[in-house]
């Protein structure tokens, strides 16, 4: 089956070079394949749309992580939303729409090992809109979902601070903490996106971390400002702490934690462009007065859980009790560097996600 007249060309861009520090145009090299009909059992996918995600930041590294690095040379790795354009497999028609790791490309051609392991699951649009199944309804969400559920444990009337909290993670576990009951203090770069975290969402409160110092300039971390804040709008200490960006802020937030607090070990964006030693906790010894715990996680370890959870997502948003922000960018495979660098700038407002063809 197919609705594709295969003259199409697969526009790709490719990792050329691992860098130092930001990404520049160095470490990218645009590529061109003709498009293919998919092998026996297989599909053939038109992505829609990516997700440009903090840890693509790490992917680019040479060494050891909890995924290989991608080669030098290869499709950058990315997950995405799209359509069935042709398909070898039962199980799939066209027109479905999909997600799975299609990299950064305008076609992804899946093979039928990679459907065997799970790699492709439909999405249902009822649920949500692509860009929302790339955030609450997917990765990013599930990040929340189980970051929070299963590692932070909130109970009602606990106090949970987020950091990154009007990003893609952070939007979620928020919201999510406020229908379990916790009282919850977003922190986050710049006025506008405070603002929209206490009177979209519903936080309780929010820091701006990047507020002016008295004698300071705006847009420059402000410790100060997060001592303060901390003091003022925890007043009963911190419960949960869910870390997506680490250094400064983590440091801060542990001089305020409660005894038996939990901190979520999300991510750590303020250091994925290190040049030199990643900087760690220097406040740790608090964990040991507060007999406190700091626990990573990584959300692929949930994956057999995640239509549990895509369900509870879904009827929360249905009822109207959380809400799914996303910023869609356009023009294709072509902007994805400059795109991506976003993320570190702090000028994605909500769920990044590059648009690759309309739907
Ligand atoms: N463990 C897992 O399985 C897993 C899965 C998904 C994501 N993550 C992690 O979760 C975190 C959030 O990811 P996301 O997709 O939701 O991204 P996001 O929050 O939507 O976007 C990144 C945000 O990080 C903030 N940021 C950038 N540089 C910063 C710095 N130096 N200090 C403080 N904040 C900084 C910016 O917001 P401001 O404007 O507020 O500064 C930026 O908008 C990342 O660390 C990511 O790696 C982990």
């Not at 986050?188 to 309780?204: I, Y």
Request: charged share 20%; aromatic share 6%.
């Amino acid at each position: 089956m197919t609705d594709l007249s295969i003259s199409a060309v697969n526009h790709q861009v490719r990792l050329a070079a691992r860098p130092l520090g930001l990404p520049t145009g160095a470490n990218w090299q645009f590529s061109e394949a003709p498009v293919a009909l998919p092998a026996e059992g297989g599909v053939l996918v038109k992505v829609l749309a990516l997700s440009l995600d903090p840890a693509m930041r790490g992917w680019m590294n040479e060494g050891k992580s909890y995924i290989a690095p991608v080669a030098l040379g290869a499709v950058m790795r990315a997950g995405g939303v799209g359509v069935v354009v042709a398909s070898n497999n039962a199980a799939f028609a066209v027109g479905d729409h999909v997600a799975g790791g299609t990299d950064v490309q305008e076609y992804w051609r899946v093979p039928a090992e990679q459907i065997q392991r799970g790699g492709l699951t439909k999405i249902d649009l009822r649920l949500g809109t692509p860009a929302q199944w790339l955030n609450v309804l997917g990765m990013p969400g599930m990040t929340g979902y189980f970051g929070l559920m299963d590692v932070g444990q909130p109970k009602a009337g606990e106090t949970l601070v987020v950091s990154g909290a009007a990003g893609a993670v952070g939007q979620t576990v928020g919201q999510l903490a406020k229908i379990k009951g916790c009282r919850v203090v977003g922190i986050a770069g710049g006025p506008v996106k405070c603002e929209w975290v206490v009177r979209e969402l519903g936080f309780d409160a929010c820091i701006d971390y990047k507020q002016a110092a008295p004698a300071g300039a705006a847009g420059v971390a402000n410790w100060d400002a997060v001592r303060e804040g901390l003091k003022q709008h925890c007043p009963d200490g911190v419960d949960i702490y869910f870390d997506n960006v680490g250094g400064d802020i983590l440091d801060t937030v542990l001089t305020r934690i409660n005894r038996k607090a939990r901190i979520v070990i999300c991510g750590a964006i303020s250091q994925y462009n290190a040049t030199s030693a990643v900087q760690g906790p220097k406040n740790y010894l608090s964990l040991l007065v507060n007999r406190a715990r700091m626990e990573g996680m990584v959300v692929f370890d949930y994956a057999a859980r995640y239509p549990q959870a895509v369900a509870e997502m879904a009827g929360y948003l249905r009822e109207g009790r959380m809400k799914s922000k996303e910023d869609v960018v356009t023009g294709g495979v072509k902007v994805f560097p400059a795109t991506l660098n976003k993320l570190f700038s702090g000028e994605n407002f909500g769920k990044l996600v590059l648009q690759v063809a309309p739907d």
